[in-house]
């Protein structure tokens, strides 16, 4: 990828969505009601065991976060974030319309992280990553970072949901996902 500024860009966008998914996942676990509310949360959404999948979801965010503050395998990290992120549009927010502040939250943050997931894949991280440093950078960015970060993060969520998820019972007060 081209110059400093270009960098710095890559670097911003890749730091900040890090920082999105470490904070989303540490409250998970310690915000509000805990990964105790966080997993009766998940239940009533239909993810069946609540608690397995509070601990999967916060933890997938937590890695994908620090992976991404760092730069390092971010098209891996990137599944992470359109997995978790696919799951949320589908299980809680794709009813609730396009607006986030509408009841039950629409899908606009959700997609908005989404999509930036598969830029973070597709562009790479930028010189100023842990990538770059260990020469993995080019081999990840592009096509490659695309089919990883979109593919897996897509085959996973898909697999997640086909699994486990079990609509049926309504409700979806608590944090959001």
């Known amino acids: 990828m081209g110059g400093d500024s270009a960098n710095l860009a890559l670097a911003v966008l ?6 999105v998914f470490v904070a989303h996942g540490v409250n ?7 990964i105790a509310g966080t997993a009766r949360w998940f239940e009533r959404l239909g993810m069946r065991p609540g608690l397995l999948h509070a601990w999967t979801a916060s933890l997938t965010e937590l890695g994908a976060g ?5 730069g390092l395998v971010t098209p891996v990290a990137a599944a992470g974030v ?3 992120m696919l799951v949320a549009w589908v299980t809680n927010h794709a009813r609730n319309g396009f607006f986030i502040f509408r009841p039950g939250e629409g899908y606009e943050y959700v997609m908005t992280l989404t999509v930036v997931g598969l830029v973070v894949a597709t562009l790479g ?4 990553s842990l990538d770059h440093v260990a020469g993995i950078e080019a081999a990840l960015a592009g096509w490659h970072g695309l089919a990883i970060g979109g593919g897996a993060g897509a085959l996973g969520a898909a697999a997640l949901l086909a699994g486990f998820w079990r609509p049926g019972r309504s409700g979806s007060e608590g944090p959001s996902a």
């Open 125 to 128: 991280p930028g010189r100023w």
């Open 66 to 70: 620090v992976l991404l503050l760092v």
């Open 14 to 19: 890749r730091v900040v969505l890090g920082v």
């Open 28 to 34: 998970h676990i310690v915000g509000g009601g805990k």
């Open 82 to 84: 359109v997995g978790v």
